[in-house]
């Protein structure tokens, strides 16, 4: 994980909205404007699947200094995440 990325009051995981080129619905520029409203650091980071969605909580765990909150932002529905590009869910438990 970068150095900014260890320091940052917020770290967002999120993935795709849609498959669709034209569709470029993304939960960024309503983070972007609380952030600088609050007055906090933002890194953003993107995942299509479970297995990138581990990677990137793994890098969050192993870092010496690591971001406040984590948000994870995609669709999904009781104890599983539907990233746009996964074939499947990706269960809680498994992540």
């Known amino acids: 994980m970068s150095p900014s990325a260890r320091n940052a009051d917020l770290l967002v995981l999120e ?3 849609g498959e669709d080129l034209a569709d470029c619905k993304s939960s960024r ?4 404007g609380l952030a600088s409203a609050l007055g906090i650091t933002t890194v953003f980071r993107s995942f299509h699947t479970g297995r990138d969605l581990e ?3 793994h890098q ?6 690591s971001p ?5 932002s995609t669709h999904g529905t009781r104890r599983c995440l539907h990233p746009s590009l996964s074939k499947k869910g990706v ?3 498994d992540v």
């Open 15 to 17: 993935s795709d909205w």
């Open 68 to 72: 406040r909150v984590v948000y994870i």
């Open 29 to 32: 520029p309503f983070i972007e």
């Open 60 to 65: 969050v765990f192993i870092a010496k200094q």
């Open 55 to 57: 990677h990137w909580l």
């Open 91 to 93: 269960q809680f438990r």
